[in-house]
């Protein structure tokens, strides 16, 4: 009987039920969009980083990570490398040997990370093929070709087809200068990673980095990195752990301890997206106490009748409480309706934010956000306003409760 009566009690003024269901349905929908548009920015900005520069996982040999000097080379890195590739899992294998130098053209000059690769290998690794927006892409052809990003290009004013001298100091600690041809401008969108690093042919950089005076080492077995990328990103973690073992010897990281800050993001990024719900949340009490207070005001003398023919206040309060907690499961599937459409369509076409582009380069994400969603924020936001109902419907119920039979009929 109670909750044929609460039922038929919110429709009793049915413009104000529908205003209030549909504050609860835009809230919910707000939310969703919300916490969809901010992960798909965390995941923006986690993607280029891991595609175009950390990559999922690392190999190094420790002091290089310390020192940053060609020395530290990693032993014996063509069975790593075979051991590497051999594990289940692992989707692309990139090995590269690194230098820190000078890049300079007739206009100006800036300190750089080169990156000696294997052309094939990191395009498979971090698409840098994929990124290059003027020119080409490596080739078998050439001397020295070298690809340098469209803005580091600007500053030094140069173009495809210009010359410039790359300065870096080699195995044995002496300075070593070469020329190298830019062949192709690349752009990932991420500026300060454009502005500090170059890539060259491996074996272009090898024959530079080993002195002709040392015959100890082949120019092949020279490597400083080795790049990996994983077919479940899921799996990374444990990639890594068994890598780790496999090479007690070797620095085996992954993404979030190469780069601290992709973890602080995607923490920061779910930190936002708690404060947004908390805000629609408090709303949506406000909205609902002021609704069921109306509600309970405007029958004060009908609550009066019925304290007064025997229903006791307990079941008074529970119907109070009954009427909130429909209004709520009315609102909650259209919401969650609304959240999934809208986060299904955006999630494919994105939402276009090109009119940021360098900012947002800044801070290397893409100009074009995908929403994206965790299917247990939908439980979660459908738990939440359920809980929010409860709640905001307990300060009506009690003031219904409190009312006098005798004084409550004599209500005009």
């Not at 994105?350 to 893409?366: E, H, P, R, T, V």
């Given at each position: ?20 269901i ?29 595609q ?35 594990e ?12 820190n ?41 050439g ?6 990003s ?19 100091q ?15 401008l ?30 100890s ?16 990103i ?47 949340m408090?709303a ?12 309970v ?10 304290m ?37 369509y ?11 582009a ?5 801070f ?15 439980l ?26 005798v ?6």
């Amino acid at each position: 009987m109670i909750p044929i009566m609460a039922w038929r009690n919110i429709w009793r003024s049915k413009t104000r039920s529908l205003v209030v269901i549909g504050a609860i349905a835009v809230g919910i929908w707000a939310a969703l969009s919300l916490t969809g548009f901010a992960t798909g920015m965390m995941k923006s900005y986690v993607n280029n980083a891991v595609q175009n520069i950390v990559s999922h996982i690392q190999v190094h040999q420790p002091e290089f990570l310390d020192e940053n000097e060609v020395k530290y080379n990693i032993p014996d890195v063509m069975a790593v490398e075979r051991a590497i590739r051999a594990e289940p899992g692992v989707k692309a294998v990139s090995v590269r040997s690194i230098a820190n130098g000078m890049i300079s053209s007739s206009q100006g000059a800036r300190g750089v990370r080169i990156k000696g690769v294997v052309p094939e290998e990191e395009a498979r690794v971090n698409a840098l093929n994929e990124n290059v927006v003027e020119g080409d892409y490596f080739s078998d052809e050439g001397r020295n070709p070298i690809l340098v990003s469209s803005e580091l290009a600007e500053k030094l004013n140069v173009k495809v087809r210009s010359k410039v001298v790359l300065n870096f100091q080699d195995r044995g600690g002496s300075i070593t200068a070469a020329a190298f041809r830019i062949v192709g401008l690349f752009d990932t969108g991420n500026n300060p990673f454009d502005l500090s690093h170059v890539f060259v042919r491996r074996s272009d950089l090898n024959n530079l980095l080993i002195p002709a005076t040392d015959s100890s080492l082949a120019a092949d077995a020279l490597a400083h990195e080795i790049a990996v990328m994983v077919d479940e990103i899921r799996d990374v973690d444990t990639i890594a752990s068994t890598l780790s073992a496999e090479f007690p010897n070797l620095k085996v990281q992954t993404y979030r301890e190469i780069s601290p800050d992709l973890e602080l993001y995607e923490g920061q990024i779910k930190n936002v997206s708690l404060v947004y719900l908390t805000v629609i949340m408090l709303a949506l009490v406000f909205g609902i106490i002021n609704t069921m207070l109306m509600a309970v005001l405007e029958r004060i003398k009908e609550l009066g009748m019925l304290m007064a023919i025997g229903m006791n206040k307990l079941r008074v309060f529970f119907m109070i409480v009954l009427e909130s907690i429909m209004l709520g499961l009315v609102a909650i599937p259209v919401g969650l309706l609304l959240g999934y459409i809208t986060i299904d369509y955006v999630g494919k076409n994105g939402i276009d934010m090109s009119i940021y582009a360098k900012g947002l380069a800044n801070f290397g994400m893409s100009p074009i956000i995908y929403f994206e969603l965790d299917p247990i924020v939908y439980l979660q936001v459908a738990v939440g306003v359920f809980l929010t109902a409860v709640l905001a419907s307990i300060y009506p119920a009690l003031k219904a409760v409190r009312l006098k039979p005798v004084e409550a009929l004599r209500t005009i």
